[in-house]
Every structure is written in structure tokens, then in C-alpha cells.
């Protein structure tokens, strides 16, 4: 089964860049059909789908942030990393890694629908 663990600093500055990274194990990041996606959960929201990278490298964003996101990946470590630039407050939330094992249309609203996801890793936006 494929694990994935999530790693980064817990306190960024505002306008700083956030940068995360998803070690993945039991699988290849390079495996066909596999989407490799984050996704975050900010305190009393659901959870808000940023963007995924697939197994070919191309990559899509939640449009509303796609200016300031970018995903990209080290197959020799078997990572992905997530950027996000120029922080706020308002980015202040828990971050997920996930799988899906297809192309998804329509991101899924809770984790359970992801094949595999990390436990998450709280990311604080604050001076």
C-alpha cells in the first residue's frame, strides 16, 4: 500500500514562500495513472484541494491559486514538493498529500476518497 508523509516547517512568515514535501513509499511517484495532489484544511473549513501533479509530470491547479502554487517532483527520492508564494494569514491550515489512482473531474470533499493520503502537517502563516 502506498504511504505518503508529509514534512516542512510549521511557521512561515507572511509573504514568504511555504515549502512542503511528501516522501512517498511503497510506490513510484513515476507509476501510469497515479495523481499526486495537496490539499489543505484551514481551522472551522473544509477541505480545499490546491493541485495535483501526475504521473507524466503535468500539472493543475485550483484556479483561484494557481498564480502563487507550484508542484514539482524528485522521482530519485520518490517526493513531491508543494511551493506556495507571498503567504497570509489566510493559508494558515493543516496540509494533506494524497493519491488518486485516476484523473479525477471532480476533487474529492473528504480525504477517505483519496486512495492513500498523509496524516497532514499544520502550517501556521504569522509574523
Known amino acids: 500500500q502506498v504511504q505518503l508523509q508529509e514534512s516542512g516547517p510549521g511557521l512561515v512568515k507572511p509573504s514568504q514562500t511555504l515549502s512542503l514535501t511528501c516522501t512517498v513509499s511503497?510506490?513510484?511517484?513515476?507509476?501510469?495513472?497515479?495523481?499526486w495532489h495537496w490539499i489543505r484544511q484551514a481551522p472551522g473549513k473544509g477541505l480545499e484541494w490546491i493541485g495535483y501533479?501526475?504521473?507524466?509530470?503535468?500539472?493543475y491547479y485550483r484556479p483561484s491559486l494557481e498564480s502563487r502554487t507550484s508542484i514539482s517532483a524528485d522521482s530519485l527520492k520518490n517526493q513531491f514538493t508543494l511551493q506556495l508564494t507571498s503567504v497570509t494569514p489566510e493559508d494558515t491550515a493543516v496540509y494533506y498529500c494524497a493519491l488518486t489512482k485516476a484523473v479525477v473531474i471532480v476533487m474529492p470533499s473528504r480525504l477517505d476518497q483519496y486512495d492513500s493520503w498523509g496524516q497532514g502537517t499544520q502550517v501556521t502563516v504569522s509574523a
Open positions: 501533479m501526475a504521473y507524466s509530470g503535468s500539472t
Open positions: 511503497g510506490g513510484s511517484i513515476s507509476t501510469n495513472d497515479y495523481y
